[in-house]
C-alpha cells in the first residue's frame, strides 16, 4: 500500500492512504530506524511512503520514496545532528514581521539559501501590515525592495483585514506549501484565517520579550479547500544544511554568485581575497551586509562540520 504522511509527533506517524483516502495511525519497522544519517528523524510530513497493514489497522512503514527536495533545523541541543522539518515542498512561505516581533535578517537569509540549495520555490510574506505605521511602511518597502531586487517573490499581507489572502490562495493553490517564521509571527492564525475550520491553536505574543510562544509541537499537513495543502511545523529557530560543500555555497545567495563571476581569481571564496568584486559590491552598497554575514556563517558551519 502507498501513502502520505500527514502527520509526525515522534514516536507515531499518520499516513494518508491514496487508493481509499483513509487515515492510519503508522509505526516504523526497527530495522528501519537503524539507516545512519545524521538526521534526527527517518520520516517527515511529506513523505511519499509504502505500509502493511496489521490485524489491528496499525500500519508499519516499510518503504520511503525519494524525496525531491526537503527543509531541516537544527536538532535541539545536538548542534552535529538535523531534523527534516517537511519534504516535497511546492512553496516555502516565510512570514516576515517587522515588529511583534521582529524578524532576524539572518534567519530569513539562512532560511532563502537552504530554498535554493534544496531546489524549493520561496515567498516571503510581510506579515502585519495593518499595525504598522506609515513610517514602519516605508522601512518595510524598502526591505522587500531588497528581496525582490534580489529576485525573490514577495506579497504584503494581514490575517486580520485579509489584505491579499486571496492573491496567496491563488499562488499557493493545488501545491504543497509550508509557512515559517519566528514564534509570534502569525503562523498558526494565517491558516486560521484563509480557513477558520482548521482552528489551529494560536497564543499571544509575551509581553515580557515581545516574543511569541510555541503553540505548534509536532508537524501536520492539513488540507485546503480551495486545493493543495500546508503543513504545520513547530517553531524553527534556525534552519540547516547538510553534506553541503563550502565551495558550493555562493551559489545559494544569487547576488553573491552572480557578482561573483567578475572576480579576478574563478574560485574566489570572497571572504579576503585581492579583487574580489563581492567585497567591493558589499563596500559600494550593492550587495547587503546582513545577507554577507549569513554568507560567513553559512561558510564557518561547513567549514567545521567538514571537519568532524
Wanted: glycine content about 6%; proline content about 3%.
Amino acid at each position: 500500500m502507498k501513502g502520505l504522511i500527514t502527520k509526525s509527533t515522534g514516536s507515531w506517524y499518520q499516513v494518508l492512504e491514496y487508493e481509499t483516502g483513509r487515515f492510519f495511525e503508522a509505526r516504523i519497522r526497527g530495522k528501519f530506524k537503524l539507516i545512519k544519517t545524521r538526521l534526527t528523524n527517518p520520516l517527515a510530513v511529506g513523505d511519499l511512503v509504502e505500509f502493511s497493514l496489521e490485524i489491528d489497522d496499525v500500519a508499519w512503514i516499510t518503504k520511503i520514496e525519494p524525496r525531491k527536495n526537503y527543509l531541516i533545523r537544527k536538532a535541539v541541543n545536538l548542534s552535529k545532528e538535523a531534523h527534516i522539518i517537511a519534504s516535497n515542498i511546492d512553496v516555502a512561505c516565510f512570514i516576515f514581521t517587522l515588529k511583534h516581533p521582529e524578524t532576524s535578517y539572518g534567519f530569513l537569509d539562512r532560511f532563502l539559501a537552504c530554498c535554493e540549495a534544496y531546489n524549493i520555490k520561496p515567498l516571503i510574506l510581510f506579515n502585519k501590515m495593518d499595525v504598522l505605521s506609515e513610517e514602519e511602511k516605508e522601512i518595510s518597502a524598502e526591505i522587500e525592495a531588497m528581496y525582490q531586487n534580489i529576485g525573490y517573490e514577495t506579497l504584503e499581507i494581514s490575517s486580520y483585514s485579509k489584505l491579499n489572502l486571496e492573491q496567496l490562495k491563488d499562488i499557493i493553490k493545488d501545491k504543497v506549501s509550508v509557512f515559517f517564521g519566528h514564534s509570534g509571527s502569525g503562523k498558526s492564525t494565517l491558516v486560521n484565517s484563509m480557513q477558520p475550520e482548521f482552528n489551529i491553536k494560536t497564543s499571544e505574543i509575551s509581553s515580557t520579550h515581545l516574543k511569541g510562544k510555541h503553540t505548534t509541537t509536532f508537524a501536520q499537513m492539513h488540507f485546503w479547500n480551495f486545493g493543495g495543502s500546508v503543513i504545520d511545523t513547530p517553531g524553527v529557530r534556525e534552519f540547516a544544511m547538510i553534506d553541503v560543500q563550502k565551495e558550493e555555497i555562493q551559489h545559494y545567495f544569487p547576488e553573491i554568485f552572480k557578482t561573483g563571476r567578475k572576480c579576478k581569481f574563478h574560485n574566489c571564496m570572497h571572504i579576503n581575497e585581492p579583487k574580489c568584486a563581492v567585497l567591493e559590491a558589499i563596500e559600494a552598497g550593492e550587495i547587503e551586509e546582513t545577507r554577507y554575514i549569513t554568507y560567513l556563517k553559512i561558510m564557518e558551519e561547513a567549514e567545521e562540520n567538514s571537519a568532524l
